[in-house]
């Protein structure tokens, strides 16, 4: 089993920046493919970001494209998502995802217990 540990959300203004963390342990077998979905209240689940095992692939949503970064450190196992130019839009539970494959649905195997981030207007 694989367990993940989201870090680093908060209260931030809109325009302002944040970073996430996700830290994984347990049975990591391989470099798992890692991402980051959100939900806001009465909403839908969506996608943000993910990453390969190697690193060497991103995925982002269109709407994050440009303002958010994720990233890899192998070695600690650990996931990044960089969040620069916040909107109040992307006021979410952000929750952290692994699986052997990168993807952008949701069906990915682990997850997160989520890391709250307010973008207040």
Not at 20 to 31: D, N, P, T, V
Request: with cysteine.
């Amino acid at each position: 089993q694989v367990q993940l540990v989201e870090s680093g959300g908060g209260l931030v203004q809109a325009g302002g920046s944040l970073r996430l963390s996700c830290a994984a342990s347990g049975r990591l077998f391989i470099s798992y493919a890692m991402g980051w979905f959100r939900q806001a209240p009465g909403k839908e689940r969506e996608f943000v970001a993910a990453i390969s095992g190697s690193g060497g692939t991103t995925y982002y949503a269109d709407s994050v494209k440009g303002r958010f970064t994720i990233s890899r450190a192998n070695a600690q196992n650990t996931v990044y998502l960089q969040m620069n130019s916040l909107l109040h839009e992307d006021t979410a539970v952000y929750y952290c995802v692994a699986d052997f494959t990168i993807r952008r649905e949701g069906d990915y195997r682990y997850w997160g217990q989520g890391t709250q981030v307010t973008v207040s207007s």
